[in-house]
Nanobody, 123 residues
Framework: QVQLVESGGGLVQPGGSLRLSCAAS????????IAWFRQAPGKEREGVSC????????HYADSVKDRFTISRDNAKNTVTLKMYSLKPEDTAVYYC????????????????WGQGTQVTVSS
């Protein structure tokens, strides 16, 4: 079964950190660029970050720049999003998605999506 599975979400206090993982099964991530999106209740889905298939190019939304770090381990077929200095406005369901080709700003046709993981930042 071809799928992406996110994990690592949870409840964290403002200023805290979380590490999200995106794992692929049924296919290799090696040939795909990976992006993280998020969607808060009542808001449109927002692109957070993306990374090229080789891991050499990454992009971040201005809202998370200098706080989030994306990385990948193709040997383990996973992509990680490390989130630091979390704010209440980071609260959302976070999704990872895979695309054969993405622009430098993470635009592209996504072939696979995960089911999402909830991140809640609250005191």
């Amino acid at each position: 079964q071809v799928q992406l599975v996110e994990s690592g979400g949870g409840l964290v206090q403002p200023g805290g950190s979380l590490r999200l993982s995106c794992a692929a099964s049924g296919f290799s991530l090696n040939y795909y660029a990976i992006a993280w999106f998020r969607q808060a209740p009542g808001k449109e889905r927002e692109g957070v970050s993306c990374i090229s298939s080789g891991g050499t190019v990454s992009h971040y939304a201005d809202s998370v720049k200098d706080r989030f770090t994306i990385s990948r381990d193709n040997a383990k077929n996973t992509v990680t999003l490390k989130m630091y200095s979390l704010k209440p406005e980071d609260t959302a369901v976070y999704y990872c998605a895979a695309a054969a080709l993405l622009s430098s700003s993470c635009q592209g046709d996504y072939d696979y999506w995960g089911q999402g993981t909830q991140v809640t930042v609250s005191s």
